[in-house]
């Protein structure tokens, strides 16, 4: 009677364990599938990203080359007061472009 009750615990046990690891594979099958997705999100955004930069890196080159076009052509003379205020200003922008 005793092994009988022992028979039927190992196979009560045996069961509940078989279902928890069917749980398990099906919660693994689902993770690997969500890692899966995360990195193809990943390699899109990496690449967006340097695409991005690329572009940045030849906007600040054309406004680089616009500004130095603007330097070596002739002004018009400006008045006296904002003179100042003009060649700070571009100075400004050029150090920023530079930076």
């Known amino acids: 009677m005793r092994k ?3 028979l039927e615990d190992l196979r009560t046990q045996t ?12 919660r693994l099958v689902d993770v ?6 995360f990195r193809r999100d990943n390699d899109r955004l990496r690449a967006e990203s340097t695409a991005l930069s690329h572009r940045l890196s030849a906007l600040r080159h054309l406004l680089v080359v616009r500004q130095l076009r603007l330097l070596s052509s002739p002004l018009p003379p400006a008045p006296v007061a904002a003179r100042g205020g003009f060649a700070s200003a571009y100075e400004q922008t050029l150090a920023s472009l530079i930076a």
């Open 32 to 37: 690997v599938h969500r890692c899966l997705l």
């Open 4 to 6: 009988q009750r022992h």
């Open 15 to 26: 069961g509940q364990l078989r279902s928890e690891n069917q749980a398990l594979a099906d």
